[in-house]
């Protein structure tokens, strides 16, 4: 399909069924209460310890939530896969194991660039400049503290911070460029996922690089940036209406799901060319 197309047919496909997006809603709602509750009982456990468990409780109960919400977006992937017409309906259990796959997935490739990013701090020594600069930053206010600043203390704050700036610049430089690589390749990871149902492959990395090649590297990146600025616009918009009639705040608990519907039904539709 046309990027155009696959933007045109994403954008309808979660009016297709109000009743499975008003389902989705719901949960979300549901998960976000749990949430909400627990994070307020968990912090009354520093004067009742007995609220640590209630507090626990309830998060662990909205993880659980989330999982269910994150594995019918898989199905809502596979729908596009498979072009179908069809809005799928929840499946609680499948939807449940698929959502924890997708949680690891998620955890996956985060860790990854996370990894990298590290390992570029460290070559670059980051924390070693940052601990010289803080040191030359207390020996100066020691110095001025005893009436004898000068300006080689000061040169040597520049100095520090100089080379802090420059090793910070490209471990930054290097998140970025990693982290923007393997948001692609888990959108390429999620769809091998909802094609396949198998963890390992959505794990597999290169095969996930090679999912984008065969699709092609350029209309992956328009495919995506599009969504991504169509989600940005629609956001904007009623965030701004929102901001004049406040009280239509509310339609953004509908809002939100549809468009997690209408990305992830584009992720499916771009991926049905190589399925």
Do not use: H
Not at 27 to 40: C, D, K, N, R, W
Not at 62 to 68: A, D, N
Not at 103 to 110: A, D, K, L, R
Not at 237 to 245: D, G, N, Y
């Amino acid at each position: 399909m046309e990027v155009m197309e696959i933007i045109k047919d994403a954008f309808v496909f979660p009016s297709k069924d109000m009743k499975t997006l008003l389902i989705y809603v719901l949960l979300s709602l549901v998960a976000a209460g749990f949430s909400f509750f627990g994070t307020v009982v968990y912090v009354l456990g520093f004067v009742n310890p007995e609220c640590f468990m209630w507090g626990g409780m309830a998060v662990i109960i909205s993880l659980l939530i989330g999982w269910v919400m994150y594995g019918y977006l898989i199905s809502v992937i596979k729908s596009g896969i498979e072009q179908s017409d069809e809005v799928p309906g929840f499946e609680w259990w499948e939807n449940f194991i698929t959502g924890f796959n997708n949680f690891i997935v998620t955890i996956v490739y985060f860790v990854i660039p996370a990894f990298i990013t590290v390992i570029v701090g460290y070559m670059t020594n980051v924390y070693g400049n940052a601990m010289i600069v803080a040191q030359e930053i207390y020996l100066q206010a020691t110095y001025s503290y005893m009436g004898s600043s000068s300006a080689i203390a000061f040169d040597a704050i520049y100095q520090a911070l100089v080379n802090l700036l420059f090793s910070l610049t490209i471990t930054i430089t290097v998140a970025v460029v990693v982290f923007v690589i393997f948001s692609f390749l888990q959108t390429m990871a999620e769809a091998r996922l909802a094609n396949t149902g198998s963890l390992s492959e959505a794990l597999n990395v290169f095969e996930a690089a090679k999912d984008i090649r065969r699709i092609g590297i350029g209309k992956v990146i328009i495919l995506v940036l599009l969504v991504i600025i169509i989600v940005a616009v629609i956001e904007m918009i009623f965030s701004a209406l929102f901001s004049i009639i406040p009280i239509l705040s509310i339609l953004s608990i509908i809002i939100a799901p549809y468009l997690a519907f209408f990305a992830q039904r584009a992720v499916g539709l771009l991926y049905s060319d190589i399925a």
